[in-house]
């Protein structure tokens, strides 16, 4: 349900109570919303308006519905976008592709004009300033949005790997392999020996290359949770290869760091020397895609950017902020974590199951030690 759009004619986002005040000039009411004053201006707006996410064209708008009893809003007017046979119009990969009439709001849309929290509050002040100041605006907001979908739509894959090699990744990550210890049969001659924590250790040895695959990936389990269930929803489908975004992610994990830690600020509870493993604040994320868009992703260019909109006077207009603006990187980490784990399956030799490897480890050094132990008699 995209209850925003973009308007090429207006070069802005706009719902349809905007969008029909500004082709009217008549303020729209409840009893006549809308999508009701706009009802002659359907082949304009099919031309003009363009999906928030893929860039389609063939919008129609959907009225407003009140409840007879209470006169409560049932349902927001809002855009749904028709191909000329009447299908859904959408990129098939885009997040409104399907039954976007009864879509919830997205992830990876924000309402920078939200009051909701500290960093939405501080980044729509920054978005008036950037947009009063001429450093961006909406036709720019718009084209990374075009840019970030073309990248990922041009690079796809097939969930393929069995469901299992979520839990299997998840598990050797938080397996202690850090701790590297060789057995010898010898060492269980000690009156207590741990023989849990020896095969443990002789599991790290064992698995070496694997937990390789894992660096620099994700300890929160919100974005383990949602992996598992992106790999559930999606398997044996075709889907986008987020992981291209890798570099650009890593730039902007990298200026919401230098921001948030020199900008003088308050972005929310997050410290920024967390941001790369628990994720910085998605309002600040999108800026700073944003920044470094408009920046040719050019670090230094993308901070004095920074730099100019953190010293403008207070914005005079706080509706520029009126926007709903995109996280480039909604659902990435998650996706990645996808891809790592499947790669993790494919090479691993012994099954995807922990538990039974560890158990099955742990006979193999007590078999070992009694082989051993006859030798020695």
Request: glycine share 6%; hydrophobic share 40%.
């Amino acid at each position: 349900m995209p209850a925003t759009a973009y308007s090429v004619r207006f070069a802005r986002e706009l719902d349809v109570e905007q969008l029909a005040t500004l082709m009217t000039g008549v303020q729209p009411t409840p009893e006549r919303d809308g999508a009701e004053l706009l009802r002659m201006s359907g082949d304009a707006i099919r031309d003009d308006i363009q999906c928030s996410s893929c860039g389609k064209f063939g919008a129609r708008l959907v009225r407003s519905a009140r409840s007879r009893a209470s006169r409560a809003v049932l349902r927001q007017a809002h855009f749904r976008f028709v191909d000329p046979n009447g299908g859904d119009a959408h990129h098939p990969f885009c997040e409104f592709y399907g039954d976007d009439e009864n879509r919830s709001v997205q992830g990876s849309l924000l309402d920078f004009g939200s009051e909701k929290s500290a960093e939405t509050r501080a980044v729509r002040l920054l978005v008036c300033k950037g947009i009063e100041q001429g450093i961006f605006d909406q036709r720019r907001i718009r084209e990374m949005r075009q840019w970030f979908f073309d990248l990922k739509s041009a690079s796809r894959f097939t969930v393929s790997m069995p469901l299992e090699a979520i839990p299997w990744a998840r598990a050797l990550q938080r397996h202690p392999h850090y701790r590297r210890w060789q057995f010898h049969p010898l060492q269980a001659e000690m009156p207590a020996f741990d023989w849990k924590a020896a095969a443990k250790n002789q599991f790290t040895e064992d698995n070496l290359p694997l937990f390789d695959l894992l660096k620099s990936i994700p300890f929160d389990d919100a974005t383990w949770r949602q992996a598992s269930d992106l790999a559930r929803k999606n398997h044996q489908r075709e889907v986008f290869n987020a992981t291209v975004l890798q570099p650009y992610y890593e730039a902007a994990i990298s200026l919401c760091v230098f921001v948030a830690a020199n900008g003088g600020i308050d972005f929310g509870k997050g410290r920024p020397e967390y941001f790369r493993a628990k994720g910085p604040p998605v309002a600040l994320l999108a800026l700073c895609a944003l920044v470094l868009f408009i920046s040719d992703w050019d670090m230094n260019a993308a901070i004095a950017a920074f730099a100019k909109l953190l010293s403008a006077p207070a914005p005079s207009n706080l509706t520029l902020g009126n926007l709903i603006g995109l996280n480039p990187f909604h659902e990435y980490a998650a996706w990645r974590l996808v891809v790592v784990s499947a790669e993790i399956a494919a090479q691993s030799p012994n099954g995807l199951d922990y538990d039974r490897q560890l158990a099955s480890t742990e006979a193999a050094l007590r078999e070992q030690h009694r082989r051993w132990r006859d030798e020695q008699s």
